[in-house]
């Protein structure tokens, strides 16, 4: 089946950094989804980009479908951007996940 | 605003007990699904269903069970919880054909 890598696992950040997460899937995919998980654990819907490029505030997204990744960009991070990311991708109504990408932003 | 609602945020069970988890969705969509997370596993996918009484085994369905007798409502059966089901259960939504998917609340489930 289709693989998800996410990278960095982990990663600190000052607060005020910019940052960028990466995703690599291993196979054609319907659709991608950046995904954030607060702190009590539900799932917080970012960017739904099977292609192209969004922006939402701080945050956009990139997807190549072509080459098979996605970017989320954090700029001007804050600590409420702590958690965990996760990109997630549609094959045949299945959707999986990645890994996920740790943030602590510190202040 | 799509709503998926978990019908328990926390819910604490004794070993052997049949364990029921209730999801419901306001958008009707053909798809739902039921996750699991575990520290280190990440999400995994216990089972989904893209219709009414229809279902297809995750990665993972070993001791659990599922119903979905209305578009709306995708329930999470654990047949004889045991302690290592102890996880965070997590219900999804989505359009058939792979659309946005959104997310419940979680539960947190704790098996004594």
């Known amino acids: 089946g289709i693989q998800v890598e996410q990278s960095p696992p982990d990663l600190i950040l000052q607060e005020g950094a910019n940052s960028t997460l990466r995703c690599n899937f291993s196979d054609s995919v319907n659709n991608l989804q950046w995904f954030h998980q607060n702190p009590w654990g539900q799932l917080i819907n970012l960017f739904y980009?099977?292609?192209g490029t969004k922006q939402n505030g701080r945050l956009s997204a990139t997807t190549v479908a072509t080459e098979r990744y996605s970017l989320l960009y954090i700029s001007s991070s804050q600590t409420t951007d702590s958690g965990v990311y996760f990109c997630a991708v549609f094959s045949y109504d299945k959707v999986i996940f990645g890994p996920g990408t740790s943030l602590s932003v510190i202040p | 605003d799509v709503k998926v609602t978990q019908s328990s945020r926390y819910l604490v069970k004794r070993t052997g007990e049949k364990v029921f988890l209730e999801c419901v969705q306001d958008m009707d969509h053909e798809n739902m699904f039921w996750y699991r997370q575990d520290p280190g596993l990440g999400l995994r996918l216990i089972y989904f269903s893209y219709d009414v009484k229809m279902k297809e085994k995750g990665d993972i369905p070993e001791g659990y069970s599922v119903s979905r007798e209305k578009k709306e409502r995708f329930s999470l059966i654990l047949e004889s919880a045991s302690t290592n089901q102890t996880s965070m259960y997590l219900c999804?939504?989505?359009?058939?054909?792979?659309?946005?998917?959104?997310f419940g609340q979680g539960t947190r489930l704790t098996v004594v």
């Open positions: 980009i099977p292609s």
């Open positions: 999804a939504s989505s359009f058939f054909g792979g659309t946005e998917a959104f």
